[in-house]
């Protein structure tokens, strides 16, 4: 237990007035530090056996309604991320970019959710939730290939990967005018398209039809086959250099 509460006290906790500073409409060049404030830990299963299990953590300077839409969607996407329902689903309406196999994507999405093992100790995978703002056409930034990126790994935790994500504040919540400001399952689906940015998926050639995109969809709609609304706004990826 020792063990354990000192490797959680080693990640540092950032003030929320220089977290607001930060640009993380960039590439991260701080690790994982960016986003410090615990929100929750969130478990879910893999094919009914596969126990996963996450941390979340985000940028304090969301709003205290914000943080609550955060927490509610990260909920829904554990639930939903590996249902045989949602995966159907992607792969029935995806007409490109699609993984190179369906085994490939699972194992991916399983790898990053789940818990990792330091000195005989288990703990929960890490996601950290960055903050942005001013940009009228994303929701949300996804950083590309960074779960593979052992420059930005978890030093403390067995140079362990983590997701690391950004959201755009204007559009969330209850202040915001934006259609889907507080649906829970449209968050969990930008939520889901932007983890997929870090683990290596994209849309080079544009959004409808692209595996990432629909991916997204389903775990709006629970795998439910539908046309994405017209009041969708788009999102970012961010290369490494960017």
């Not at 590439?27 to 986003?35: F, L």
């Not at 399983?110 to 703990?123: H, Q, R």
């Amino acid at each position: 237990m020792k063990r354990l509460l000192w490797l959680l006290s080693v990640l540092p906790v950032i003030p929320a007035t220089a977290l607001a500073d930060r640009d993380a409409t960039h590439y991260p060049n701080e690790g994982a530090y960016h986003s410090t404030e615990h929100i929750g830990d969130y478990k879910g299963n893999y094919q009914g056996t596969f126990a996963l299990a996450t941390q979340v953590r985000v940028d304090p300077s969301f709003t205290d309604g914000q943080k609550g839409i955060l927490k509610d969607a990260m909920e829904v996407f554990m639930e939903r991320a590996l249902k045989k329902e949602t995966i159907d689903c992607a792969y029935a309406t995806s007409t490109k970019d699609l993984p190179k196999s369906r085994d490939k994507f699972e194992i991916d999405l399983v790898t990053a959710l789940s818990s990792f093992v330091v000195d005989g100790v288990k703990f929960p995978a890490f996601i950290f939730v960055a903050r942005f703002w001013n940009d009228p056409k994303a929701v949300g930034i996804g950083y590309l290939n960074l779960f593979y990126d052992k420059t930005l790994a978890l030093p403390e935790l067995g140079q362990r990967s983590h997701l690391h994500i950004a959201i755009n504040s204007d559009f969330l919540g209850y202040d915001s005018r934006y259609f889907f400001a507080k649906d829970k399952e449209y968050w969990a689906g930008v939520m889901g398209h932007e983890f997929l940015h870090n683990l290596g998926y994209d849309h080079p050639s544009g959004y409808k039809g692209s595996f990432i995109e629909e991916y997204g969809n389903c775990l709006t709609t629970n795998g439910a086959k539908l046309e994405a609304p017209k009041e969708k706004v788009g999102d970012r990826k961010v290369e490494k250099g960017n």
